[in-house]
């Protein structure tokens, strides 16, 4: 799915291949207006993964999800097997416990951002009431927003997982990242790629964050080098490599990226992510309201009298993010201005209050 344009030209029959664009959801032309406004390239990309996954299993049994930077090593074998079994599929950040004092990595990563890492995930039509639980949460609410605990759809499925009895699958050969390299080992064994550690064979890499450039940086997303570690032994790196120039070859081919449709509105100014929090705040506090959409030339007019009139909500929600970040940074400040200044600390509580607030 491309959700800024039509792209069907890339469609190839020979590679079982086809491309549909938003209009293939069952969501209004208003709606989608909305998602893309209220969210950035990824938020949006990402709040409509359920709505997707629902439409397939309208005309198939099973459906596979892998991020764009994942790299299918080998064929999934054993996959429809699991989805049959379980329904839905989700893969652990980490399967054994993280030792004190690692320098790549801590459990404290699965608190910030889930324990799942959505770049892979496996549905069947017993999942459809998980599904429409999830989009009815990513509808408003798929945010990358640490100061609520919140990281797109990772985090809501920690809940939706345990409410809806989805899989954790342990095969340590999928969904292999640099957040797990520590654990998963790549050797060559019985002519096969497979995880030191479990005799899994590899079939999927995540590799997030990765420059085709500089391959052996595996990931240039986290605070520390890769290149180094534990895990990223010569027959990683190789394949590292590997993905590397396949990557360079499909940019030759396709050409330069295009820039994403919904950065900026009709007049070609900077949609700022401020300016969307505050569009999405007002959605919330009215969801039967007509706001004017920046990508509309028929409404330009309207809407730029919306943006001058939202600089003061935007400004109060600002202020509520730093109120928040404070309470955490400034404990003893924040104690002192509950206990000496009442007034001061029932406004401060009001605003903490309305930048926790993502639903009504």
Request: a neutral charge.
């Amino acid at each position: 799915m491309v959700v800024d344009g039509d792209r069907r030209d890339l469609e190839s029959a020979e590679a079982n291949l086809r491309i549909v664009g938003t209009d293939f959801l069952d969501l209004d032309d208003r709606e989608i207006l909305n998602l893309a406004m209220i969210y950035d390239v990824v938020e949006f990309s990402t709040s409509i993964k359920p709505l997707f996954f629902l439409k397939l299993l309208e005309e198939f049994n099973r459906v596979a999800y892998l991020d764009p930077d994942t790299y299918l090593v080998t064929p999934l074998v054993e996959l429809d097997e699991v989805i049959d079994q379980h329904g839905t599929i989700f893969t652990p950040h980490f399967l054994r416990p993280i030792a004190p004092g690692s320098e790549v990595v801590s459990e404290v990563h699965s608190l910030t951002v889930g324990v799942h890492n959505l770049g892979f995930g496996a549905f069947d039509r017993t999942s459809r009431p998980f599904l429409n639980w999830w989009w009815s949460h990513l509808r408003r609410e798929c945010l990358i927003y640490p100061l609520l605990s919140i990281f797109v759809d990772q985090k809501w499925t920690d809940i939706g997982a345990v409410l809806f009895d989805a899989h954790s699958w342990r095969h340590a050969g999928y969904n292999v990242g640099p957040w797990n390299l520590h654990e998963r080992e790549v050797v060559r064994a019985d002519g096969q790629l497979q995880i030191a550690s479990t005799h899994h064979p590899l079939r999927l890499v995540h590799f997030s964050g990765f420059d085709p450039l500089d391959p052996d940086a595996i990931s240039v997303r986290l605070s520390v080098s890769l290149r180094d570690t534990e895990g990223v032994n010569e027959e990683f790196r190789a394949l590292s490599r590997k993905y590397a120039l396949a990557l360079l070859a499909a940019r030759d081919s396709l050409g330069t990226s295009p820039k994403y449709a919904y950065d900026v509105d009709s007049t070609g100014r900077r949609l700022s992510k401020r300016l969307r929090k505050t569009y999405r705040r007002d959605l919330l506090e009215d969801e039967a309201a007509l706001l004017p959409s920046p990508f509309l030339d028929a409404e330009r007019a309207d809407f730029d009298r919306w943006r001058r009139g939202s600089k003061l909500r935007g400004a109060k929600i600002a202020l509520a993010d730093i109120a928040l970040a404070a309470k955490y940074a400034l404990p003893d400040e924040f104690k002192f201005v509950q206990k000496r200044l009442p007034a001061v600390s029932s406004k401060l509580r009001a605003g903490l209050l309305a930048s926790s607030k993502v639903r009504r």
